[in-house]
């Protein structure tokens, strides 16, 4: 005899929901409900957002800002000129090596489109405060010599946005707990704080975003839309907005991230649908219309399935209002410029730019900030990986330049729409890289330089005390010992934390002093609480 599987009955999975809770809707956004219990930016306030841009793996940021100075640059020479694809980039005014010419600098006949050589010189900029160099890096006998700088020549938009005043760039930021001594490091004592799993990707990730380790729940960004949700007419549900997989930056205690996809120049709300639309699921032929016809029906006296319908009522909706406000006639799918073509440096053809892509849905996104009833928003997207324990040049080389064109699309969209001094993005990533190469590439380190874009910026700058260069050595013979109080073996300790990195754009996007302590509690152990790169 066949036994027929009887599945549960309407009344059934009205009384047993829990049971059968594994089920998901039909079309369901990750964000969450909620508001959040207190606000900093009132009504009538000026739209701003942050954006988040992680350089997921862990940039190489000594390649990203240098110092060219004669010392300085001396000594990053010596580290990275070396094996058997030599990293270092070539000195500033350095022309460009065509394909089978032999460079003048390296002796090294350019047979790649990879080689730093081919490249040209790193792209010196002036930044307005000058920096003295340090004494281990001094050369000569001036007494107070300034030290000089420059970007990778991959960034050539950027160094004309840093001119123009758009750009500022963030030297030696890392994750800390308290600020920290080389000595203090190497001899720590009970009362020493040190940084947890420092060389760990998955940790330092999360350190960077929430201040945690692997797995924290919350993040900077989400926890700094709490503070704004009480204040967006739309409920908040788009007061955080992810590109990415889940990450802990965008997620707060109420606030939970919508995702949003980027395709064909159009952002989209990312929907989950149901793996089964129909047939047979847990067991019942008739679960997924029972299901539906639970969730669309009010009369049920099931607090759970009240709530639980109530839930997926409003994941559905929502991506409904996000898809309708940027398809709105004359609204952001026509008002935002498509980005220009993007060349590979490298491969030398049109191809397409993921960071760009990302960005684009961004901007659309701001573009829509009223419709969606937000004056708050943070963003996070996410590209890479710079994991670049071999094939540097070749994969940070691409990566830079994907980088250059998406910042210069988001200037020059934001421009457009008036929305220039409203949005700031920064870069982030999980650390920098060995000061040292392994032979063709760079392995993990700690503190690093970052990038900070927008018109509210106060820009061509460099904040924060960029570090002595040079790796610790013995004397030998006539050659006297080098010690760099930087610098632990090959990585350099951070001089700003990430947290005083982040509050400083916190207190730009209304954060009070009060929410600061909660969101930033190891903020207090420094005596610098916001390094004045932002306008008020």
Known sequence: MTRKTQGPSRRNLLAGMAIYGAAAPLVMNLSAIGTAAAQAAGAGAPYRALVCIFMQGGNDSNNLLLATDQGSFGQYWAARISGTDPIALMPVGTPPVAIGATSSVTGRVVKTTDQPEHWGGVLAITPATTQQVPVGNRVGSATNPTRTFALH?????????????????????????????????????????????????????????????????????????????AAATGGGDFSSITTASNTPFPQGVSTKSFRVNFAANKASAQTIPLAVQTGTYNESSTFLSELRASLQDGSSKNQMVQTYAAAVAHSIQTPVVYNGALAASGGPYVSVPIPPAFTDPIAGKVVGNPLTDQIQAVVQTAAAHAALGVQRQVFFVQYGSFDTHDGENPRQGLLLAQLDHALAYLDSALTKLGLSDAVTAFTASDFNRTFTTNGDGTDHAWGGHHLVVGGAVKGGDIYGAYPTLGVDKAANGSVPAFYNPDMVGTSIIPTTSVETYMATMAAWMGVTPAQMATIFPKLANFSVQNLGFMKA
């Open 153 to 229: 020549p991959m960034l050539s938009a950027t160094r004309g946005l840093f001119a123009s005043g758009k750009v500022a760039a963030i030297a030696n930021v890392g994750t800390l707990i308290a600020p920290l001594t080389k000595a203090a490091y190497l001899h720590p004592v009970a009362a020493t704080q040190i940084p947890q799993r420092l060389f760990s990707h998955a940790d330092q990730q999360a350190a960077w975003q929430s201040g945690g380790l692997d797995g924290s729940a919350t993040g900077w960004g989400g926890e700094m839309a709490d503070t704004f949700q």
